[in-house]
């Protein structure tokens, strides 16, 4: 679901909902058989799309946060940067100087 609806923010209440199960058991089940909560599996694969992106096309990271439906371009800088250790901006650069 959450692939198929990338330019979503998917909340895990709704995917427990979704599935027909408690917030709390699906949480557990999650962590079970993808071996990470399900926040940080979402934020994980937004920053795959968004380096796609980023290299991919010449769209701007305001453009690239709205597409993977974050509310928030500055949340979105702030979670790139947290997993991969450089902003968007530094990111696209180095791609291209590589």
Known sequence: ?????????????????????????FSRLFLREVGENYTDFVKRQKVKWARDLLHGSNRSVAEISDALGFLDSSYFIRVFKSLEGITPLAYRQQQRNA
């Open 1 to 25: 679901y959450v692939f198929s609806h990338r330019g979503e923010m998917v909340r895990m209440s709704q995917m427990a909902e979704l599935c027909h199960l408690s917030g709390t058991y």
